[in-house]
């Protein structure tokens, strides 16, 4: 969920202005303390339905559902794993990536056309431009 936070974040900063001031510090704050709670919440079903229990044959242990095929097992085989841990992360920071990389590709072209090499966006992540900056290169 973080990961995702971040790759708003880097939408956000190559954002206009605008955009840019309607996600303050306190939004923020509310975010992440909404974030944690959910990730709470989430968390707690597996700590009631989960045990620890030793492999058999080794010296090692794991962590294996208490009702192999109960309801709490198929909602983390067919909607936690695949929905919950990946295709709606993967979705958020795609989608964010992907915007921001555009809009970090129009500006360096524009940087690069008019040969103005100063950065008027100071907030932007340095990496992310030297990043574009070696896409741009490459063609």
């Known amino acids: 969920m973080i990961i995702c936070f971040a790759a708003v974040d880097q939408y956000m900063s190559t954002s206009m202005h605008e955009r840019r001031q309607a996600i303050n510090l306190k939004c ?3 975010l992440i303390v909404i974030s944690i709670f959910l990730s709470i919440l989430y968390g707690i079903p597996f700590l009631v339905f989960y045990d620890i229990q030793p492999l058999s044959g080794t010296n090692t242990t794991t962590c294996r559902p208490n009702d192999n095929n109960g309801p709490f097992s198929k909602y983390v085989i ?3 794993l695949p929905v919950i841990d990946g295709f ?7 989608i964010a990536g992907f915007i921001a990389f ?4 129009v500006f360096v072209k524009l940087n690069f056309q008019y040969n103005i090499f100063k950065l008027e966006a100071p907030d932007l992540s340095a990496d992310a431009i030297r990043f574009m900056m070696a896409y741009h290169h490459s063609y």
């Open 28 to 30: 923020m704050h509310r």
């Open 78 to 80: 067919y909607v936690s």
């Open 88 to 94: 709606i992360p993967i979705f958020i920071m795609s």
């Open 102 to 105: 555009l809009k970090l590709r």
